[in-house]
């Protein structure tokens, strides 16, 4: 079965929080874009050549939902995004290979206010390599 998750550890929100962790699992109907880097040499006549660009040449990037969540639930999604700025975290996602632990950073989150007590929102992850 397809996942693709994070854990919010327990007291990484400068607020003490969560207590314990918590395990975040997207909704379905997330897309993931996966985009090869390629250095091509073009020569005459249609002629080129391609090698892969680095050590890792594919960068991955996900863009997530949380809808319709407890409105303190999605606060504390933010909490952690905001806690993490410029910090990779681990996000688990199914690919051909299986389940995959990668490290990703949030580029960017929104929220919608669907009522007082329930929210939703959308962050878009972008997979980094790093030790």
């Known amino acids: 079965m397809s996942q693709f998750q994070f854990t919010i550890p327990i007291d990484s929100i400068s607020t003490g929080s ?6 975040v699992v997207a909704d379905r109907g997330l897309s993931r874009q ?10 005459g006549d249609g ?5 892969a660009d680095g050590v890792n040449p594919k960068s991955d990037s996900f863009n997530i939902t949380f809808n319709n969540r407890e409105a303190v639930k999605i606060n504390e999604i933010a909490a952690f995004f905001d806690a993490k700025i410029g910090k990779a975290f681990p ?5 051909h290979s299986g389940d995959t632990s990668v ?3 949030c580029d960017n989150y929104s929220i919608s206010y ?8 959308t962050a878009s992850l972008r997979r980094v390599y790093e030790p």
Request: glycine share 0%.
């Open 47 to 51: 002629y080129e050549q391609r090698v």
């Open 91 to 95: 996000f688990v996602a199914t690919d």
């Open 18 to 23: 969560p207590a314990a962790d918590v395990q």
């Open 103 to 105: 490290k990703v950073v």
């Open 34 to 43: 996966a985009t090869p880097r390629v250095l091509t040499a073009k020569f």
């Open 114 to 121: 669907i009522s007082e007590n329930f929210h939703s929102m």
